[in-house]
């Protein structure tokens, strides 16, 4: 009975290391390419890129080469600041980049900033849904929503909440259900 247990255990072993070697771990820094290795934020898209947000510039990675984004003044497509602060994907593929500066619409197809919104500086706090849908908090309590038909912001009111400085974060859970934190209290 000890020799059918040590098998089983040995067979349980041998049938979690391939999955424990299938996962391809490797760090990358700023002697790899990383525009700086002090990294904010990470985000994988849904083409399996990584997108590094640091403090000097937006990095993609695909894995082997790393291709590093930062905002040009003589270029109207390029990001809104250094600083990048979030990164998501909406339902129609875009990457919407949370910079110090502003929120900047990134295609991906076509390789550019296609919209910048500097209302959303820092301290607003960006969030997708299950739907890819967009929705900003702002440092005041406003909540917006992105309109994919009109391209635009527009504000959605909060039941029950006066506008109030101190709001910190917008979380949405697996069911679509908003958490709001202010000063560490859940709204």
């Known amino acids: 009975m000890n020799h059918l247990r040590t098998i089983i255990l040995l067979l349980s ?3 979690i290391f391939p999955q424990l070697n299938a996962y391809n771990i490797r760090q990358i820094n700023s002697r790899d390419g990383l525009s700086n290795s002090a990294v ?18 937006l990095n993609k990675y695909n894995g082997t080469d790393i291709r ?10 390029s990001l809104s600041g250094n600083v990048i602060r979030r990164i998501v994907e909406s339902k129609d593929g875009y990457l919407w980049i949370m910079t110090k500066w502003g ?3 990134y295609s991906k197809r076509k390789d550019r900033v296609e919209a910048h919104f500097d ?6 706090s960006m969030v997708c849904d299950n739907e890819g849908n967009i929705f900003i908090l702002t440092p005041t309590g406003s909540l917006y929503s992105y309109d994919f038909d009109s391209n635009r912001f527009n504000e959605v009111s909060i039941p029950d ?12 859970d697996s069911g679509n259900k908003f958490w709001i934190t202010n000063n560490g209290m859940i709204k």
């Open 103 to 105: 929120l900047d619409r």
């Open 68 to 77: 590093i984004y930062k905002p040009d003044i003589n270029n109207k497509h």
């Open 119 to 124: 209302e959303f500086k820092e301290g607003c």
């Open 13 to 15: 072993l041998i049938g």
């Open 161 to 172: 909440s006066k506008p109030y400085k101190g709001w910190f974060s917008l979380i949405i």
């Open 40 to 57: 904010i934020c990470l985000f994988q898209d849904t083409g399996r890129s990584l997108w590094i947000g640091t403090y000097d510039g």
